[in-house]
C-alpha cells in the first residue's frame, strides 16, 4: 500500500492565536503533493519545514476567506521567480475561486502574475457548493464534497488516495454534512475554534466530547484551534481525537 503522510502547516484561527499559523495542511503520496488551504503565514512556513512549493501539484481551498487564501498570491510569486514553474498547477475549490484568487493575485502584484505572464498552464476546477462523489482531479486521488455550515462557499472533502479516505472540515458549525463527511474516514481533520459554543460559525470542544460518537471514523485530529483547546483537551482526553499542532507530520 503507498505511504501517506499529511503535514500541518498551519493549525491557527485568522487570529494566529498562541503564534500558531493561518490553516495549511499538506498531503504528501509518492512523488504527488498538494495542499488544502492557503493561509496567509503558509509560505514562511514551508521554508521553516524545508517543504519545496514547487513540488506541489494542486490547492483545494475549503472556502474563501482570507485566513484560508491569503498566501496564493505568494505561491505564484515562488513558481513565477524562483522555481521558474513549468508543469501544471491544478487549484480546485468552491464556485468562485478562480476569479476570487486572480483578483487576489492582480491586487498584490499587478501586471505580474496574471495568465498572459505565466510559464505554466494554471488549471482551475470551481467546484459547486453541493454534495458530489468520485470527482477526478489528481492521479490516484479521487474526491468527494458536502457542504458545511460556515459560509456560502464552505466545503468539505473527502480525498480517497493511497487506499485511506481523509476527511477534511474547513471552517463549519456542527452540521448534518460534518457527520456525512466523517462517515468512513480513516483521518477526519476538523476545526475546533473554542471551548465553548459562541455566536461564530464554527466548533466548540464542548460539542467534539458529547458527540464525538456520532463521527463514524477511525481517528480525529482538530485544527484551526488555540492552545487552550489544546490544552484542555490534553487535560480531559476524549477517545480518537487529538489536537493538531504547527509542524505535526502523521503517516497515515
Not at 453541493?130 to 459560509?151: N, R
Not at 460559525?201 to 484551534?225: G, Q, Y
Amino acid at each position: 500500500m503507498t505511504g501517506l503522510r499529511v503535514r500541518f502547516v498551519g493549525t491557527g484561527n485568522a487570529f494566529h492565536a498562541d503564534g500558531r499559523g493561518a490553516q495549511a495542511i499538506w498531503f504528501e503520496m509518492d512523488d504527488l503533493c498538494f495542499v488544502v488551504d492557503l493561509g496567509p503565514t503558509a509560505m514562511a512556513a514551508l521554508e521553516r519545514m524545508q517543504l519545496s512549493p514547487e513540488r506541489l501539484e494542486a490547492c483545494f481551498i475549503t472556502h474563501l476567506h482570507g485566513d484560508h487564501i491569503a498566501g496564493w498570491p505568494f505561491l505564484l510569486l515562488h513558481f513565477a521567480y524562483l522555481s521558474r514553474r513549468t508543469r501544471p498547477f491544478l487549484l480546485c475549490g468552491p464556485d468562485g475561486t478562480a476569479e476570487r484568487l486572480e483578483a487576489l493575485a492582480d491586487l498584490c502584484y499587478k501586471g505580474s502574475l496574471g495568465s498572459a505572464e505565466r510559464s505554466y498552464p494554471l488549471l482551475t476546477s470551481d467546484l459547486p457548493v453541493a454534495p458530489a462523489t468520485g470527482l477526478a482531479t489528481l492521479p490516484g486521488v479521487s474526491l468527494d464534497t458536502i457542504p458545511m455550515d460556515h459560509d456560502v462557499t464552505s466545503i468539505g472533502y473527502r480525498f480517497h488516495l493511497a487506499g485511506r479516505i481523509i476527511g477534511v472540515s474547513g471552517d463549519t458549525r456542527w452540521c448534518s454534512g460534518l457527520e456525512d463527511l466523517a462517515r468512513g474516514c480513516d483521518l477526519l481533520i476538523l476545526e475546533c475554534t473554542t471551548l465553548q459554543p459562541s455566536p461564530a460559525a464554527h466548533i466548540a470542544l464542548s460539542e467534539v466530547r458529547e458527540r464525538v460518537e456520532r463521527l463514524d471514523c477511525k481517528r480525529i485530529l482538530l485544527t484551526h484551534l488555540d492552545d487552550r483547546v489544546a490544552g484542555k483537551l490534553e487535560a480531559e482526553p476524549v477517545a480518537k481525537v487529538s489536537a493538531a499542532y504547527d509542524g505535526l507530520t502523521l503517516e497515515v
